[in-house]
């Protein structure tokens, strides 16, 4: 018998398609709503996806009618910094204004349970790390901004409208589906693992490190990397927990372990085994030196263990590369 049935937005996105394929291979009833705007049809593996778009309310109204949903599970962003600064509308349009549709739709149809794709940047600058869920917010670009303040908005929803809803503020999220069908695919590609694969397949010609003289063991940035089915596992967790009945809350979800630029490209070397071009460039700005999660809250409340090593991240990420 089936689970309950979660509508996943944003499900054709490179996390969101992780997400879909664990949810279907646990049983639930899985739908998935994008428009295809950054995601692609080909990287969900279920039949049940709608091509629409959260700006169209009548459409989703026209989903939650015709579907008895129990929860819905948010990935459907802009996520790159840069453009944010550029173009901050567009951010607060589509992962602001977009969110407060959905969720008007989801409180008219009586669904209550809400997972949320936050970040890290919430926290901007850090001021201590590892970083705790509790560490001040004062993210530094439109990006942050734009997660940080619909956490604000789900905490008064709670509090008005009884609306459960988990957030999970992700590091930095990557390898792929040990199955290599599904992984990621943005387009400008902008983080540093595909980067630095794409380098070692030829398709670029070498990888920029922006900053050799941070405080650090080699003057590298030191990074937390998330393997995306640590994070879809986490995902299932928390929905397990919202439909148990257990009131909202926040996590970070990270390895704990932080990785220099230096050590990611050499691990890279060791299993691509290519020669990868490096550069070494200016600090870019923004960029703190250390960012590292505390995840002690997501392994005590909801018995979560990130199980893959940075090795295992490169590894999948490199079979689905260089298909
Ligand atoms: N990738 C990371 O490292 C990372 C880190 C922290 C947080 N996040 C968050 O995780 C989420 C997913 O990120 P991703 O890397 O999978 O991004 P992605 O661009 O691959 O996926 C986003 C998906 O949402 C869809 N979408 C966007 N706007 C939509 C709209 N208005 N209506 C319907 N569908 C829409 C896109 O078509 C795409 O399929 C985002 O919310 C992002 O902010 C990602």
Same mark, same amino acid.
């Given at each position: 018998m089936?689970?309950?049935?979660?509508l996943?937005?944003g499900g054709?996105g490179?996390?969101g398609?992780?997400?879909v394929?664990m949810?279907?291979?646990?049983g639930? *009833?899985v739908?998935?709503?994008?428009?295809? %705007?950054t995601?692609?049809?080909d990287?969900?593996?279920i039949d049940t996806?709608i091509e629409g778009?959260?700006?169209?309310?009548s459409? $989703?109204?026209?989903?939650?009618?015709?579907?008895k949903?129990?929860a819905v599970i948010h990935f459907?962003a802009?996520?790159e910094?840069?453009?944010?600064?550029k173009?901050?509308a567009?951010y607060?349009y589509? *992962?602001?204004?977009n969110v407060?549709n959905?969720?008007d739709?989801?409180l008219?149809y009586?669904?209550?349970?809400?997972?949320?794709?936050?970040?890290a940047a919430?926290?901007?600058?850090?001021?201590?790390?590892p970083i705790?869920e509790?560490?001040?917010?004062?993210p530094?670009n439109?990006?942050g901004k734009?997660?940080?303040?619909i956490?604000?908005? $789900?905490e008064?929803?709670?509090?008005?409208?009884?609306?459960?809803?988990?957030c999970?503020r992700?590091f *930095?999220a990557?390898g792929?589906?040990?199955s =290599?069908?599904?992984?990621?695919?943005?387009?400008?590609e902008t983080?540093?693992?595909?980067?630095i694969?794409k380098?070692?397949?030829?398709?670029?010609?070498?990888?920029?490190i922006?900053?050799?003289?941070?405080?650090?063991?080699? =003057?590298t940035c030191?990074?937390?990397?998330?393997?995306v089915?640590d994070?879809?596992d986490a995902h299932?967790k =928390?929905?397990?927990?919202?439909?148990?009945g257990e009131? %909202?809350?926040?996590?970070n979800?990270?390895?704990?372990n =932080?990785? %220099?630029?230096k050590?990611i490209i050499?691990?890279?070397?060791?299993?691509?085994l290519?020669?990868i071009?490096v550069?070494?460039a200016e600090?870019?700005?923004?960029?703190?030196a250390v960012?590292?999660?505390?995840c002690?809250k997501?392994k005590?409340?909801? *018995?979560?263990?990130?199980?893959y090593?940075l090795?295992?991240?490169?590894?999948?990420a490199?079979k689905w590369?260089s298909q």
């Amino acid at each position: 018998m089936k689970k309950e049935t979660v509508l996943v937005v944003g499900g054709a996105g490179y996390i969101g398609s992780h997400q879909v394929k664990m949810l279907n291979e646990k049983g639930y *009833n899985v739908i998935v709503y994008d428009n295809l %705007s950054t995601g692609y049809r080909d990287l969900v593996t279920i039949d049940t996806f709608i091509e629409g778009d959260l700006a169209d309310k009548s459409k $989703l109204k026209e989903v939650f009618s015709n579907n008895k949903i129990d929860a819905v599970i948010h990935f459907a962003a802009f996520i790159e910094v840069g453009e944010s600064v550029k173009n901050p509308a567009k951010y607060y349009y589509n *992962n602001v204004v977009n969110v407060i549709n959905l969720l008007d739709v989801m409180l008219e149809y009586n669904v209550n349970n809400f997972i949320f794709s936050s970040t890290a940047a919430v926290y901007g600058e850090p001021e201590e790390v590892p970083i705790q869920e509790d560490h001040p917010k004062k993210p530094i670009n439109p990006y942050g901004k734009s997660k940080h303040m619909i956490e604000q908005i $789900l905490e008064d929803y709670d509090k008005a409208y009884d609306l459960k809803y988990t957030c999970f503020r992700y590091f *930095n999220a990557a390898g792929a589906d040990d199955s =290599g069908k599904i992984g990621e695919k943005h387009d400008p590609e902008t983080h540093l693992i595909p980067l630095i694969l794409k380098t070692a397949l030829g398709e670029r010609d070498e990888i920029y490190i922006f900053g050799t003289d941070y405080n650090t063991k080699d =003057g590298t940035c030191i990074r937390d990397f998330v393997h995306v089915n640590d994070l879809a596992d986490a995902h299932i967790k =928390g929905l397990e927990r919202l439909l148990k009945g257990e009131p %909202s809350d926040v996590f970070n979800l990270g390895s704990g372990n =932080g990785y %220099s630029v230096k050590e990611i490209i050499e691990t890279a070397r060791e299993i691509t085994l290519e020669d990868i071009k490096v550069v070494e460039a200016e600090r870019r700005a923004g960029d703190p030196a250390v960012l590292i999660a505390d995840c002690t809250k997501a392994k005590k409340l909801l *018995n979560w263990e990130p199980k893959y090593s940075l090795e295992d991240i490169i590894r999948t990420a490199w079979k689905w590369h260089s298909q």
